[in-house]
């Protein structure tokens, strides 16, 4: 990285990576950081890695629901993570997909010149499917996956990472040569209620999805053979042998032990009958491994102090940073009208950004976790607070400017004495603004490890539980409005009384001879 061409917010990156990471004495366990994807397969094995490791006596986090395969395999191979649950099919036809790797022995040769290593299979195969209900199969005679094309009428939603991936619809539909163009793109587990609802027809399912019994779905057969096998194994750095080798030896431990039916039982278990990950997985290895697995299980409370410790540090770092910046690019911006027109049209731009993009956007340079979510909030929170510092500004009346000259004010004096103050109103309002802005889109940074209210939100959505997102929706929504509350309080204290609003809504300002030192 050339750094004479960094900008403020990679500095501010490293700053709350500075900030995040922690500082292990000589005597504390060595730390290593297991990621998952998300959807509750591989979360449940994501807490079974992050157990074994505990076991082994290591000091293990686990990134959960990290959103789709390239984010895991781009945080794998930057060391971000040591290890991940992945299927064999992924690995061929997705993420090496160019390599045209035929066998396992090349598929483990080209992870070894990335570094990187993978276990022997889990037990089961968790392929792609094509299902729907099975009265509506039945209705329309639907055995095998070319009988769709009988039926372009057909409603067909997918999981958006399988909308895109090269193993999944764009290449089903030519090799079978579908007809549908009514197709959507939506969350996997929302896709289920949208079938059980009647909204959609057919759906992408996972083999070992307990929703297939449990919403009477049918899997059309692949009768074209299709989809590739899509064994379960564990991805790591080969460097994880050198550095936490008992680690290894312990996950290791897994292959060939978690047969179809073990998995869909535990995925049962925590999609279907409330239970944690955690358990399911300490209950799993204490009865395969014969390990006696403290899972950790954490309270309510403790959970909601953590997620909102998260959310507070991602707010107050990025808003903070923000206000530094975007006030004096409004002074600049207000006082040199060319230039202000380059800032608020850059400042614009970003703001048109999408946010989960713009989140995403910033992993491969920053990285998974709070860096990429603080510099993607300070971005989005300084177009608010620029916008008004130079409307606040050009604002004022000339009569008033031109008293403060009159009495020979300097530049200088002249905006911390009279501009400023004048603009106060409008500069807290763009900075109440961003903030309100910045704690609502700061639940997207849990998609990318970053933790927050977004987190239960996730998981919520995942599990189809309302409680859990009313645990990260509501505390966000009330820490919305509490920021607001504290920002007019603060509006009313710092506002001269002879600079409030009066009567009309008119700001008032008179000067005298002691008001022209600076």
């Known amino acids: 990285m050339n750094m004479n061409r960094s900008t403020p917010a990679l500095w501010l990156a490293v700053l709350v990576t500075c900030l995040a990471s922690p500082v292990h004495g000589t005597g504390e366990p060595a730390s290593l950081t297991v990621g ?56 061929l036809h997705e993420t090496l997909v160019g390599e045209n790797l035929r066998t396992e022995a090349q598929l483990r040769q080209a992870l070894s010149a990335r570094g990187l290593r993978m276990s022997r299979t889990l037990g089961f195969n968790n392929t792609y499917a094509i299902g729907m209900k099975e009265e509506l199969a039945d209705q329309l005679e639907l055995r095998t996956i070319s009988d769709l094309r009988n039926h372009p009428e057909l409603v067909l939603g997918f999981g958006n990472e399988f909308m895109d991936r090269a193993d999944g619809w764009p290449g089903l539909q030519k090799h079978y040569r ?104 300490a209950g799993f290895l204490q009865a395969q491994l014969k390990l006696d697995i403290d899972p950790r299980a954490r309270t309510a409370w403790q959970q909601f102090w953590q997620h909102t410790r998260e959310h507070l540090l991602l707010v107050g770092i990025s808003l903070t940073a ?37 989140f995403v956007f910033l992993i491969p340079l920053l990285g998974i976790g709070g860096p990429p979510a603080v510099v993607a909030l300070f971005l989005y ?28 004010l300097p530049s200088r004096a002249r ?63 009330v820490l919305a409005l509490l920021v607001q509350g504290i920002f007019e309080l603060i509006e009313r204290s710092l506002l001269p009384r002879g600079l409030r609003p009066r009567g009309n809504g008119r700001t008032q300002a008179t000067f005298t001879d002691t008001d022209s030192h600076p």
């Open 178 to 281: 579908l007809p549908h163009r009514n197709v959507r793109g939506l969350d996997h587990d929302l896709a289920y209620r949208g079938i059980e609802s009647g909204v959609l027809h057919v759906t992408d399912l996972y083999a070992t999805d307990a929703e297939i019994a449990y919403y009477g779905l049918r899997a059309l057969e692949d009768d074209l053979q299709y989809f590739p096998v899509y064994e379960a194994v564990i991805l790591y750095r080969a460097d994880l042998e050198r550095r936490a080798p008992e680690f290894v030896t312990f996950f290791r431990q897994l292959a060939g032990r978690i047969g179809a039916p073990a998995m869909r039982e535990l995925n049962s278990r925590v999609k279907l009958q409330g239970e944690s990950e955690s358990v399911v997985a």
């Open 322 to 358: 923000a206000i530094l910046v975007a006030i004096p690019l409004g002074i600049v911006a207000a006082r040199r009208q060319r230039i202000g027109q380059i800032v608020l049209g850059i400042a614009g731009i970003v703001q048109t950004i999408p946010s989960l993009a713009l």
């Open 36 to 91: 998952s994807k998300s959807f509750t397969e591989s979360v449940i094995l994501g807490e079974m890695l992050t157990q074994l490791g505990r076991q082994a006596g290591f000091e293990v986090s686990h990134k959960r629901q990290l959103g789709g395969t390239r984010v895991l395999w781009n945080a794998l191979l930057s060391g971000e993570i040591d290890a991940y649950p992945e299927y064999t099919g992924t690995l």
């Open 415 to 477: 905006l911390r004495i009279v501009e400023l103050p004048l603009a106060t109103r409008a500069i807290l309002a763009g900075i109440k603004t961003s903030a309100v802005i910045n704690v609502g889109t700061a639940t997207l940074a849990a998609l990318i490890g970053a933790g927050g209210y977004g987190q239960p939100i996730l998981t919520g959505i995942r599990l189809d539980d309302i409680e859990l997102i009313l645990q990260g929706a509501i505390p966000a929504a």
């Open 381 to 408: 929170s300084l177009l608010p607070i620029i916008r008004n510092t130079h409307a606040g500004l050009r604002d004022i009346a000339p009569e008033i400017t031109e008293s403060a000259l009159a009495l020979g």
